[in-house]
């Protein structure tokens, strides 16, 4: 049984709160908000829990084994390394961190105190984004062409975060998993219509090794909520929507065939290829739990996450060359 700290009841602390008290190897003691009316609704809902304003209650209290931070990005980087510091391991909400600096300091931070560090990368814990990565695994989309996703919605609007920073990581993060390669540039294209410091509209680009290419279309100011993703390959075709209640990944038997050897004046010709539309079956969980889960069982089990500090830093390096080629207008930025 691992005792747990909320350090946060906003929007998705009471998510987190209800996969963590229901898990059985889980104890949810205190809950933490600088917002006391927050702290109230926490314990309306949950009236074993201790509530306090204090974060530094959370660290001093020998009892709290983890903690899982769900507080606005920009204090992810000190409340994380105040926890693990203090001997808590950690579940951080996305981003890691702010810079890739930062997200180092935490994962030696981490290392040092051989403590657990796992980002709240949740869609890598999502049975249809598992069952698309099997569907690579065995190689049944052939080659990968190219992959392109829309997240947006109206609303939520965000204040201190772009929805580069704000909504790409879930997307970001998917791409990285699924093709398991960083991509070597990206660029980036985005609008302030709300307020002028911040995006709410962002267009980024990736270029992956061997060519595969990506785009990725974020916003909380669109007409519709839309969670989508195509992922184009030379033998199938996948269509990953979140929002589906039933056939969330749909697989379509359709490619482009190259026919011939090529000899005759250097040229193949290509044959369309059009078969069924198939929806594998998926047994759904909620991912969120099964992220909840998975922190708990590398704790116990003292594994590492499937999503840890290396990941985290990963999807940062990506955030941040989008946002040094927002800065440039959309020119293309390497990464390293």
């Known amino acids: 049984m691992t005792n747990v700290a909320l350090i946060g009841y906003g929007y998705w602390g009471p998510n987190l709160a209800r996969n963590l008290h229901e898990l059985p190897n889980c104890r949810l003691q205190v809950c933490c908000d600088l917002d006391e ?47 693990l510091r203090a001997g808590k391991h950690v579940l951080v909400e996305k981003p ?30 999502n049975p249809a984004v598992l069952k698309i990565k099997e569907l690579l695994k065995d190689n049944q989309l052939g080659d990968i062409y190219y992959a392109y996703s829309t ?6 609007v965000q204040r201190d975060l772009n929805a580069l920073w704000s909504i790409a990581p879930h997307d970001i993060s998917i791409l990285l998993f699924l093709l398991e390669e960083m991509p070597v540039e990206v660029s980036a294209r985005g609008a302030s219509h709300l307020d002028r410091s911040i995006e709410d509209v962002v267009f980024v680009d990736f270029l992956f090794p061997g060519g595969v290419t990506a785009h990725v279309h974020v916003s909380w100011l669109d007409p519709s909520k839309v969670r989508r993703m195509t992922i184009v390959g030379s033998k199938k075709m996948v269509v990953y929507d979140d929002l589906e209640t039933e056939g969330k990944v ?54 590492q996450p499937q999503t840890d500090g290396a990941s985290g830093l ?20 390497e990464i390293s």
């Not at 997240?151 to 939520?156: A, F, I, K, S, Y």
């Not at 440039?328 to 930025?333: D, I, T």
């Open 96 to 125: 890691l961190a702010m810079s890739s600096q930062e997200a180092l300091e935490l994962i030696d931070v981490a290392r040092e105190a051989q403590r657990v560090l796992m980002v709240g990368h949740t869609f890598e814990y």
């Open 151 to 156: 997240r947006v919605n109206l609303g939520r």
């Open 250 to 303: 749909k697989v379509y038997d359709k490619g482009v065939l190259k026919v011939g050897d090529g000899q005759i004046f250097g040229e193949f010709q290509y044959r369309l290829h059009t078969g069924d539309i198939y929806i594998p079956k998926i047994d759904m969980s909620e991912p969120l739990r099964n992220e909840c889960a998975h922190f708990l069982e590398c704790i116990e089990k003292q594994k």
């Open 37 to 83: 009316g927050r702290l109230a609704l926490a314990q309306t809902r949950f009236p074993h829990i201790r509530v306090t304003t204090r974060f530094d209650d959370v660290l001093q209290d020998g009892d709290i084994q983890a903690v899982v931070i769900a507080t606005p990005a920009r204090t992810h980087f000190a409340l994380t390394k105040a926890a």
């Open 314 to 333: 990963r999807v940062i390096k990506v955030l941040e060359a989008a946002q040094e080629s927002l800065r440039r207008r959309g020119a293309p930025v």
